[in-house]
């Protein structure tokens, strides 16, 4: 048993002090590339500055041969790329190493920290289990920040892929003060669970319910009603809301495989959006777009919710606007918005023109 006092205690002698709170950097997008593809990261010091989060990927979509090549790939992309990774860049630099059961994720780690370990934001970690996979992390990471100097300590960010990483999750956010957030990966989980679906994300048109017959005679059952396809995520979603919020890391959604459907993919990120995620994968740059979108608070939503934090006055109480009640809980959900929109205003000058121009007088 570990004492809470040790909690914020260097797991190495020389390592970085944990962080105590997980710095709220906007995320809209992570979107991945292929290091060892040589055309994708010819495009990479373009795209410094137009997403929030650039990510590395070693793994499932990497080939066996091409392991070692995305490595050293992502080594000289992070070390030639200005204002890329690190704490003050506009662009975070993250990667997804490969499984902790894979012959190559020891080699990511030893690899990675003592060469870009400065400018590596985040390190994403596939098919966690439980908080067991945390602690390794975290140590071993503890032990190569201390052996290269490193000054801030590397931040790590779960994916939830299987059923025992989904009923473990609120061990698996307190596992560390490392901890930054948990993706959903929605194909290894469903595989995992035995899910009937070969789709990477979304809905699915057999998952539905079915409006009422007109009465329960024959013909009335059998006749054409109208159907309306259902979330099959959203109670994981929901699950890993909760257990981010209570220990005040970020949930984002994971992927949508179905490239050319933008619309679909726009009302997964939403309703992620609005059950709490912070943001979202890309696997193409048209859904970078969709996910800076959506995961935008609307100049609409802005506007309302400047005019509930300015009526509210010392918060207590309750006014009435439009019509509506607002009251301290109306607030509290008004300033999350207002706080969101001013870190993302920061970083994006045409949010921010957009929120400079509401006027609360229209």
Known sequence: MRSSKDFFRPLAVGAPEPVREIPARPSRAIHFFDPSNAKMAAKIPAMVGTVDVL??????AVKADNKVAAREGLVTIAQETANLGGQSGPTQLWTRINALDSPWVLDDLTTLVPAIGEKLDVIMVPKVQGAEDIHYIDRILAQLEAKAGITKPILVHAILETARGVANIEEICGASPRMQ???LGPADLAADRRMKTTRVGGG???YLVRQDPASSAEDDILAARTTYQQDLWHYTIARMVDACAMHGIYPYYGPFGDIADVVACEDQFRNAFL??????????PKQIAIA???FSPSVADIKHARRVVAAMGDGTGAVMLDGKMEDDASLKQCLVMVELAEKLAAIDPELKAAYDAISLED
């Open 292 to 294: 800076n979108r959506v």
């Open 204 to 206: 699915h048109p057999g």
């Open 55 to 60: 990510l590395g990927n070693l793994e499932d």
């Open 275 to 284: 059950l709490g995620c912070v943001g979202t994968w890309s696997l193409h």
């Open 181 to 183: 957030g948990l993706s």
